[in-house]
């Protein structure tokens, strides 16, 4: 593919608002997780990665039927950075049509589903009327991108993907070739996920959610750790960029579906191994040439020694690599798309991130798992996010 710029982006998690925040918390190895504290998930035993001061911060005027906590972590996450000037201006450059918007999510605003059933509130036909026209802009999956799209004024080709956990990462692919088949002239990618009860309960009844903050790769880790999240990014062409960041780029992606199982990696990584591969050959980058590979990483016992195994596979024992769910939790749809940004910070920020929480890899893990922040120059990194079903995506970003 020709590269594509990555000119303006921000992202929002529970290690702060913002990219300075983010880099914050990777230098100083500070994480984000804390006990569950939700008033919808009462009797859970676990940490989470919880963004503050959501429910402070309504949609009001005209967007106010968008109003739910995953949409909230949208409008949150645009209004820093300077990220809703920069669309503006692209807007005025290329046009609210030719602006592609794919956003990933896994939830949407379920939660306020949830909220209505477990609140015995549809009791009535107003009642009922009252919510069926609510959900109609809160519960489908469609709702973060119909959000945005009227909150920026866009006419272009709008779409949410939702493959789990690889979700905004494949945004990224699928905008690359809106722009390649002439349908935009550029693209916001982004994912958002929130906090709720089916993901809550959901992951806590297969019995991969721990009772401490997650630890990638570590001998005795035990689970994941659940999160919320939001990040954005604007794909331009080199050359036509606005912002003056034109130094990174998206230079290759990869996708694979496995469909091994609903919920389990494939027991090689057999998809993993393909995503990865297609990434390196389209951005034409051989395996020894990647310096940091940013792993999915879930901590869960099965994912993290599959992925690592794949990894040795293709880049051998040396390439670093490591997980960075220790800071944010796994923020599923939006694990793309905040991975991807924290790979940007280690970019700009000449720094490799830590495996945070391992205190000891497992014996069983061959790929060089670094277990602290480092300052290395580095050009490259290699983002894997692989979701349920088999969906998996690997994305190569470069510095130049």
Request: glycine fraction near 10%.
């Amino acid at each position: 593919m020709k590269p594509l710029a990555l000119t303006s982006y921000t992202s929002l998690s529970a290690v702060g608002k913002g990219l300075s925040s983010l880099r914050t918390a990777l230098l100083e190895e500070r994480t984000g997780l804390a006990p569950i504290d939700l008033d919808f998930a009462r009797g859970l035993d676990t940490y989470i990665g919880r963004v503050n001061n959501i429910e402070n911060s309504p949609i009001v005027d005209k967007l106010k039927r968008f109003d739910c906590r995953n949409n909230r972590l949208a409008q949150m996450c645009i209004l820093q950075d300077g990220f809703k000037e920069s669309i503006h201006k692209a807007i005025e450059k290329y046009g609210s049509n030719r602006i592609s918007l794919v956003i990933g999510t896994s939830t949407s605003g379920i939660l306020e589903t949830e909220l209505a059933y477990n609140n015995s509130l549809l009791r009535d036909e107003s009642e009922i009327e009252f919510f069926s026209n609510k959900l109609r802009y809160t519960h489908c999956f469609f709702s973060p991108a119909e959000f945005i799209s009227e909150y920026f004024g866009l006419t272009g080709p709008a779409l949410t993907i939702s493959t789990a956990c690889s979700s905004s990462a494949k945004a990224f692919a699928s905008a690359a070739r809106h722009i390649e088949a002439g349908f935009a002239d550029a693209a916001i990618v982004g994912g958002v996920d929130s906090l709720c009860m089916t993901t809550l309960y959901g992951f806590s009844s297969l019995n991969i959610v721990s009772t401490k903050p997650c630890k990638p790769c570590d001998r005795n880790r035990d689970g994941l750790s659940l999160g919320e999240a939001a990040g954005f990014a604007l794909l331009e062409k080199p050359g036509e960029a606005n912002s003056g960041m034109e130094e990174i780029f998206l230079s290759g992606y990869g996708e694979s579906s496995d469909a091994h199982h609903m919920s389990a990696p494939h027991p090689k990584g057999a998809g993993a191994e393909l995503a990865m591969r297609g990434a390196l050959e389209m951005s034409n980058i051989r395996p020894e040439d990647v310096d940091y590979i940013n792993m999915h990483g879930t901590a869960t016992p099965a994912n993290d020694t599959i992925e690592a195994s794949a990894i040795s596979r293709i880049f051998g024992p040396d390439t670093p690599c490591s997980s960075t769910k220790g800071w944010t939790g796994h923020t599923l749809g939006a694990a793309g798309i905040v991975e991807s940004l924290i790979a940007v910070v280690s970019l700009k920020s000449g720094i490799i991130p830590g495996c945070l929480n391992m205190i000891e890899i497992d014996p069983e893990i061959q790929a060089n798992v670094i277990d602290t922040t480092v300052k290395a120059g580095i050009s490259n990194v290699l983002v894997n996010s692989f979701g349920f079903g088999g969906n998996n995506c690997s994305l190569i970003l470069e510095m130049k």
